[in-house]
């Protein structure tokens, strides 16, 4: 979320990926540039500090100028159901540092938030051209509603290795294996200023509520917090093994 979340990545991912033996890292970027969006030179810091692949969300064309480089780069997903002719792509096979084949599949909710294709149809044919060809399976569902994400944690159990979910920016303690072998948790949480609210500055956030006017909300600044999942998953299967919430002070 912003400066002090990318600060937070810079500062902490390195040695967080060392400790824990991390093969493989996704970071959901969809508020990385400002609080809204992302920005190609964002991106690329992201890249050299350890992240392995970015996803998006309903903030994916929130800077106009990086529309050209989520067309052009791999690494960079934004939801596999927005409406055909959109740059990019929503998904992707990847190589982890021990060979194992990653896919990635980055959706996006539709209960209150913009019409969009049916996530749960869209992965069910994303999975079925992966399938074959990747070891292990990660989900990003962005999407508002508890409901929508666990209900789709429970559509791809033992289909996917992990549906992770994001966008409410708290972090739930819901986290599990589901029985056929998919971790999931509701949303793993927020990468930004603890003392914010969503990491926006508190005050403004307030009087917005308070007034309900129209104005412009700026980022929140301070000790940002690092917030996350280590999911442990046989290749061999592609099952979850284990699922750990974390939440890291800069």
Not at 86 to 114: D, H, K, Q
Not at 181 to 191: H, K, R
Request: glycine share 10%; net charge negative; with cysteine.
């Amino acid at each position: 979320m912003g400066n002090p979340g990318r600060r937070a990545v810079s500062e902490i991912l390195e040695a967080l990926r060392s400790s824990v033996g991390a093969q493989f890292v996704i970071a959901n970027g969809e508020n990385s540039a400002g609080g809204f969006g992302i920005a190609s030179v964002v991106a690329k810091e992201m890249f050299k500090d350890g992240v392995d692949v970015i996803t998006l969300g309903n903030h994916t064309w929130s800077q106009r100028q990086s529309h050209e480089y989520i067309a052009q780069e791999p690494r960079v997903l934004r939801p596999e159901n927005y409406p055909p002719g959109c740059p990019g792509r929503g998904w992707g096979i990847y190589e982890a540092e021990n060979g194992v084949r990653v896919g990635v599949l980055s959706l996006l909710g539709r209960t209150f938030m913009a019409p969009v294709d049916c996530p749960f149809r869209t992965a069910d044919n994303i999975i079925e051209q992966a399938k074959d060809e990747c070891d292990v399976i990660i989900v990003d569902m962005h999407a508002e509603a508890t409901s929508e994400k666990m209900a789709l944690g429970w559509y791809l159990n033992g289909r996917a290795s992990a549906v992770v979910g994001t966008h409410t920016h708290i972090q739930t303690s819901d986290e599990r294996v589901l029985f056929s072998g998919t971790a999931y948790i509701s949303d793993v949480g927020m990468t930004g200023a603890h003392d914010s609210v969503l990491g926006m500055d508190p005050e403004m956030v307030i009087e917005k509520f308070k007034t309900q006017m129209p104005g412009k909300i700026k980022l929140a600044d301070g000790e940002p917090t690092l917030q996350a999942v280590i999911i442990d998953i046989d290749e061999a299967t592609g099952r979850a093994v284990g699922i750990k919430r974390i939440s890291i002070k800069e």
